[in-house]
C-alpha cells in the first residue's frame, strides 16, 4: 500500500554504523529506488534490548542531512533507553526527524502509541493514518492511561532491567543455554537452547504445563522480557522452572 522498498542491514544486535549505512545509500540511477529514509530502532528488539549509542545516532543524522535523507527513530521501547543510561528521551530524538514511542510495552498502559516530529510532518501523518485506516473516536480514555503511565512508570523500568538481568545470570548457570548476561542491557532476554537437544517450541509447551508461560523466538531461540506485572518473586519461579525442565 505504501509503495516502499525496504533495504535491511545487519549490524551488531541491530547497531549499525554511519559508515555502514552510508555504502547502502542507492546512487542516482534509474535502475535503482532512490533512497529517502533511515530508519533506526532503540532499544533494538531483535537485538536483545540493545541501545543505540547516542553518538552514533548523531552520526548517523548528520549523514543523513549530508545526503538529503531523513531519519526515523522507532523508539518503542525508547523509555527503557532513557532510563538505562540517564539519556532524556529529547536528547535521543533531537537525532531523528520523527519519533515513534509506544505507552503499553515497558510503560504498561492498555494500549497506545504517539508520533512527534514537526507540525507539517504530523499534518501528514494524519492523513496516512485515516488512509491506513488508523483514525479512532473517543480515545481520551486511552490518553488517560498513556499519561498516568508517563507519569508513574517511568522511573520503575529500571526494576524491569534488574528482573532481566538477574534471569539471564540465571539462565546462563543451566546446561545447555547459550547466552552472554552483559548483552542484556534493559528488559529483553534472547537466549539459544540448541545444546539442549530441544526445540524452542518444544521447551515452550513443557513450561506451559508448569504454568509458565515463554515465547519461542526462532526454531532454537527463546525471548522473554520483563515488565511490569512480573515480580522478582516471578523470575526466580521462572528459573526454577526452567531448571527443572531443562535438568
Known amino acids: ?9 545487519k549490524g551488531v544486535r541491530g547497531i549499525l554504523d554511519a559508515s555502514q549505512i552510508e555504502e547502502a545509500i542507492r546512487p542516482d540511477d ?3 529506488p532512490v533512497t529517502r529514509l533511515i530508519c533506526l530502532e532503540n532499544t533494538h528488539n531483535r537485538g536483545g534490548g540493545a541501545i543505540y549509542p547516542i553518538e552514533k545516532m548523531a552520526d548517523i543524522h548528520r549523514l543523513a542531512k549530508s545526503k ?3 531519519v526515523h527513530l522507532d523508539g518503542a521501547r525508547l523509555w527503557n533507553a532513557s532510563v538505562a543510561t540517564g539519556i532524556r528521551p529529547h536528547e535521543y530524538g533531537q537525532w531523528a ?34 488512509m491506513f485506516g488508523g483514525g479512532m473516536r473517543q480515545v481520551g480514555i ?10 508513574h512508570h517511568m522511573d520503575r523500568l529500571k526494576e524491569d532491567h534488574q528482573n532481566a538481568k538477574r534471569l539471564a545470570v540465571g539462565l546462563k548457570e ?32 513443557t513450561m506451559k504445563g508448569q504454568n ?28 526454577k522452572t526452567f531448571k527443572k525442565v531443562l535438568g
Open 30 to 32: 534509474h535502475h535503482f
Open 97 to 130: 526527524d520523527s519519533v515513534s514511542v509506544c505507552l503499553s510495552k515497558g510503560l504498561g498502559a492498555p494500549i497506545g502509541s504517539l508520533v512527534a516530529g514537526s507540525k507539517e510532518f504530523i499534518h501528514r501523518v494524519h492523513r496516512f493514518r485515516k
Open 142 to 151: 486511552i490518553a488517560s492511561a498513556g499519561l498516568y503511565a508517563l507519569d
Open 68 to 70: 538529503g535523507l531523513l
Open 1 to 9: 500500500l505504501s509503495a516502499i522498498q525496504f533495504h535491511c542491514l
Open 212 to 239: 509458565v508461560l515463554i515465547h519461542p523466538f526462532g526454531k532454537t531461540q527463546i525471548r522473554l522480557v520483563t515488565h511490569l506485572d512480573v515480580t522478582e518473586e516471578d523470575i526466580e519461579t521462572a528459573l
Open 174 to 205: 543451566l546446561k545447555g543455554v547459550s547466552l552472554d548476561p552483559r548483552h542484556v542491557e534493559t528488559n529483553i532476554v534472547i537466549f539459544d537452547v540448541m545444546e539442549t537437544g530441544k526445540t524452542a517450541s518444544q521447551i515452550a509447551e
